[in-house]
């Protein structure tokens, strides 16, 4: 009896400490999520008041959009470009970090900067720095090669804000790879070097293998944010010139909140939303983390 | 158990309060434009000033939108946080109208004896019409003219004008030059831009158009290419330039700092020479002509939402800035011509040296407007950075957006 | 002996390019903000200005409405950093340490709504709150971001590592679950208290996709949100845009600089155990 009562205080605590968050959850998460589905299904415009049913009609056009084709394509270059490139910066990094050296705080901070930083402050200095008469091609005509304006330019323009977002994250996982490092024996290495393995061998053979759930954790997380990079593009390029910047986020932006059409947003958001399932899905089944 | 639920509560007490401490103060009425030089943002807050003193009783909060104007407005609209007096750009003024989200003015104007709509000129109220109601009135307007630098002229030995297109050519072949000599050229007849806007006065100087009186689409017919083709030839041949290759963003920029030697402009590049560039001594002629005389006039309108809840109070305002005094006061310096008839004559815009130009240049303007979304202007722009980033010819690249733009056409007004 | 001090060279000189690469676009970006001339983009630039001063400075705070954003920037950071620590914590005590049906599957959906790409919930939101007439007001900037699953989940890891004997004695003296929460867990959590709160503060802080969609007018913008628009404006007065930056940069940096030890922890435990 004095049990049941003390369970149903400990089951009313419980409720009240998390009532306001799953309150919280349920009106920006978990609503929204089905919400999405739905607006997907109507010519959803604000300006309007009326909002007609068009069935998959948003899907289907969608796939005849051209811009939004080539929103799938930049966004999975992008990802496939920055995702393998910064993890495996990310893991050097750390791994130089945690040699012993002199200044490794400073060296660490360093590193760390970028990624503390907002992102629209980035993408400002790296506006400059692309420019025609920038730090860039500066640095560049000092080694005599003439460059060219780097976001205007449709063949660079991505790959310039691709090499950004490297320049910011890295940073950022290296601290993640630290801490994966440090759980190493120290002992592994000893072994190694008694078996006469140089540096390059360590991390090959000892590190790389050894920080294999951190790497998965790094990944999806890259991946998540790569494919649902926004606040670069917006800055930066405005997803020019000729689409060639143009991501599925800023894609949806755009037709949701610069075109007005609420309900074809949310269908680009909602294909968008699969193909990150897919993605990880697939990561997970091919590159599975042995950390469960 | 009791503390904890009294100290939750209190947390989300005070958040609560701290949340709705302020949204935006829909208690006064509030006016929006666009921002532009600063000179014009100082004239535009003087005229403003001269309404308060009239009309110390009526209360308002000017505030301007930076950025990208007509995307905010339109989610302002969406979302009933828009101003109750604004700036519609004649542009988009359609897909707004089409939309029924404006205040219909016409009671507004037949109450108001003294208002004398018919002063207006015709071309400038009708860009702000739809069956037959007036949704905005006309507070400027702003022929694109050719700014030229009378230095830079006269180096070149040129002293006339171009009048024509082959002469326009000549003469930046004859401005381009390579004052460094290091191979590549650093001061340039011409800038141009990938903008539909600034393609358009040759286009209609070639008899084309981007949407036919008939409502079919023009952008792939003989005489829209072969502006464009004309246009992007310019940049093509090295004799004009570009804003991203120069690091400038607009091409006043280019003109102020002598890069290039003319440039295509409205008004408000008066005010920003006189800021910026006040020692470049330049002159403005009317656009060289092409089969005929042509240019774009942009006229811009200032309208109310639907929504609004200080209807009287904008109207008052409304009144004031488009009226004889508001106008003048606001037109003064050149940075717009105004859309009303007898201040442009008791003002002598007729006989001003420079001002007569855009005026003259009125009389064979024509206002850009179409019935297409802003989807459709996105996929021409685009189509233009592909002509002139990456060499795509103008045909090649008009024929492949041609039936994507065409599904971009309004369907005029949706309700009611 | 000598071939080792080669490599050592080598290595430090990789390093230090290395680093050059990740804080020299800042260096510069400080350089042109105490830029006296406007126009930098003379060529060849200069790295170092030829005179210095630090009317940059005085110009945003004079001529922007740069006191109004930090303002809404700093409201936002405090009330949804607060709010992520006192809530988040709450949570995941509960979530460590009371038993109540249902707890199992409730954890596991809110773990399972990490996995849902925010970009889904973008237009959704968008229309819920306008529906509340708050798009454009601080609950509307504020109420999404008041606690995060990442927060309460971190809470409750390290709740979970806390010894239960710890609060079994309090439980006997008959005190009740917020008091052995307030009294007894938090003193103890202090650097998981840390993390979540410098994590919070930092994405507050930084957050520029919501902001730039919730806030039409200009004086709800928050600092990111208003330098990306000074970028459309003011893109050629660069030594303006450059102090700006750096203004916007100094809380975070200076708080990562101060708290170092608990961010890296947070990640890194974000990052074990996620």
């Not at chain 2, 079919?216 to 003989?222: K, P």
């Amino acid at each position: 009896m004095k049990l049941t009562a003390k369970r149903k205080e400990q089951a009313r605590t419980a409720y009240l400490f998390i009532g306001f968050p799953l309150i919280l959850f349920l009106v920006f998460t978990f609503f929204p999520i089905i919400f999405a589905f739905y607006i997907s299904f109507y010519d959803w415009n604000l300006l309007i008041p009326d909002k007609p049913f068009v069935g998959l009609a948003n899907y289907f056009e969608l796939f005849q959009d051209r811009v939004f084709l080539i929103s799938i394509k930049n966004t999975l270059v992008y990802t496939i470009g920055v995702v393998p490139i910064q993890t495996l910066l990310a893991l050097v990094l750390a791994f130089i970090m945690n040699q012993k050296l002199r200044g490794r705080a400073f060296f660490r901070l360093a590193f760390y900067i970028p990624a503390v930083t907002s992102s629209v402050v980035t993408s400002i200095i790296f506006v400059w720095i692309y420019s025609k008469p920038g730090l860039l091609n500066y640095l560049l005509s000092l080694i005599g090669v003439e460059g060219t304006d780097y976001l205007t330019n449709p063949g660079t323009a991505l790959f310039a804000i691709m090499a950004l977002n490297i320049w910011t994250t890295s940073g950022y996982f290296m601290i993640s790879f630290l801490a994966g490092l440090q759980s190493i024996p120290q002992t592994l290495y000893e072994a190694a070097k008694i078996d006469g393995a140089n540096q390059w061998q360590q991390f090959w053979k000892i590190t790389v293998p050894m920080v294999r759930p951190v790497t998965y954790f790094v990944v999806v997380l890259g991946l998540i944010g790569c494919f649902q990079v926004f606040d670069q593009i917006y800055v930066m390029s405005s997803g020019g010139p000729v689409n060639s910047t143009t991501t599925m986020s800023y894609f949806t932006y755009n037709n949701s909140f610069k075109f007005f059409r609420l309900g074809y947003g949310a269908a680009s958001a909602v294909v968008l939303a699969f193909i990150i399932f897919g993605a990880t899905a697939m990561q997970k089944k091919y590159f599975p983390s042995e950390a469960y | 158990m009791k503390n904890g639920q009294n100290f939750l509560a209190f947390i989300i007490l005070a958040f609560v309060l701290v949340a709705s401490c302020s949204p935006p103060g829909s208690d006064t009425m509030r006016l929006s434009s666009w921002v532009s030089s600063p000179s014009e943002t100082e004239l535009y807050k003087q005229t403003l000033a001269n309404f308060r003193d009239q009309n110390p009783d009526t209360d308002f909060k000017y505030e301007p939108i930076p950025g990208n104007y007509s995307e905010k407005l339109q989610l302002m609209l969406g979302t009933r946080t828009a101003p109750d007096l604004f700036y519609l750009k004649g542009m988009t003024a359609p897909s707004y109208m089409s939309f029924g989200i404006l205040n219909p003015l016409d009671e507004l104007i037949a109450q108001t004896p003294d208002f004398d709509v018919d002063d207006f000129y015709p071309f400038a109220l009708e860009a702000f019409q739809l069956d037959g109601v007036q949704y905005g009135l006309p507070k400027d307007f702003n022929p694109y003219v050719l700014f030229y630098n009378k230095k830079l002229f006269r180096e070149a030995g040129i002293d006339t004008i171009p009048t024509n297109w082959k002469e326009f050519e000549q003469m930046c072949t004859q401005l381009t030059k390579d004052l460094d000599s290091d191979g590549k050229s650093d001061q340039f007849g011409f800038i141009v831009e990938p903008s539909v806007e600034m393609v358009m006065p040759f286009v209609y100087q070639n008899n084309g158009h981007f949407q036919n009186p008939d409502g079919s689409l023009g952008i792939t017919d003989e005489p829209f290419i072969e502006a464009l083709e004309f246009y992007y030839g310019l940049y093509q041949k090295g004799i004009a330039t570009i804003g991203q290759d120069q690091g400038v963003t607009w091409n006043g920029d280019a003109f102020g700092r002598e890069i290039s030697a003319m440039a295509i402009s409205g008004g408000w590049l008066m005010p920003f020479m006189k800021d910026n560039y006040p020692d470049v001594d330049y002159g403005v002629a009317p656009l060289p002509a092409g089969k005929r005389r042509a240019t774009v006039a942009f006229t811009t309108a200032y309208s109310m939402p639907k929504s609004t809840k200080f209807e009287g109070e904008a109207w008052q305002l409304l009144d004031f800035l488009v009226g004889k005094e508001g106008m003048s006061s606001w037109t003064n310096t050149g940075v717009a011509m105004p859309t009303r008839r007898s201040v442009a004559e008791e003002n002598g815009f007729h006989e001003h040296p420079i001002y007569k130009v855009f005026m003259e240049s009125a009389e064979f303007a024509s206002p850009f407007q179409v019935q297409y979304s802003e989807r459709g202007f996105e996929e021409v722009v685009v189509a233009f950075q592909a002509i002139f980033f990456t060499d795509k010819p103008p045909r090649k690249a008009m024929e492949d957006i041609e039936s994507q733009i065409k599904k971009y056409r309004l369907v005029g007004s949706k309700n009611n | 002996m000598k071939k080792i001090k080669l490599q050592k060279l080598l290595f430090y000189g990789v390093l230090l390019l290395m680093t050059f690469i990740y804080i020299g676009p800042f260096l510069f970006s400080l350089s042109i903000s105490f830029n006296a001339e406007q126009d930098v983009f003379s060529w060849p630039i200069k790295l170092i200005p030829d005179e210095w001063t630090l009317d940059n400075y005085q110009r945003v705070w004079r001529d922007l409405p740069f006191g109004q954003w930090l303002f809404n920037s700093i409201a936002i950071t405090i009330v949804q950093t607060i709010t992520n620590v006192f809530f988040a914590s709450l949570a995941g005590f509960a979530f460590a340490r009371l038993e109540f049906p249902g707890k199992n599957i409730i954890f596991a959906v809110l773990l399972g709504s990490l996995m849902i790409p925010g970009i889904i919930l973008l237009v959704p939101k968008f229309i819920i709150l306008n529906e509340f007439y708050l798009i454009n007001t601080y609950a509307g900037l504020m109420l999404p971001g008041l606690v995060t699953v990442v927060n309460i989940f971190l809470m409750k890891q390290f709740f979970e590592t806390i010894p239960k004997d710890l609060e079994e004695a309090a439980l006997i003296d008959g005190c009740s679950y917020f008091r052995i929460f307030w009294q007894i867990f938090l003193p103890v959590s202090k650097p998981a208290l840390a993390a979540v709160a410098i994590y919070t503060f930092q994405g507050s802080w930084n957050e520029f996709m919501w902001p730039v969609i919730v806030t039409t007018t200009r004086d709800m913008f928050t600092l990111p949100v208003g330098m990306a628009f000074l970028k459309n404006e003011f893109s050629v007065q660069w030594p303006l845009l450059m102090a700006g930056t750096i203004l916007i940069s100094l809380p975070t940096l200076a708080i990562f600089l101060f708290f170092q030890k608990y961010f890296v922890q947070g990640v890194a435990s974000a990052g074990l155990k996620g």
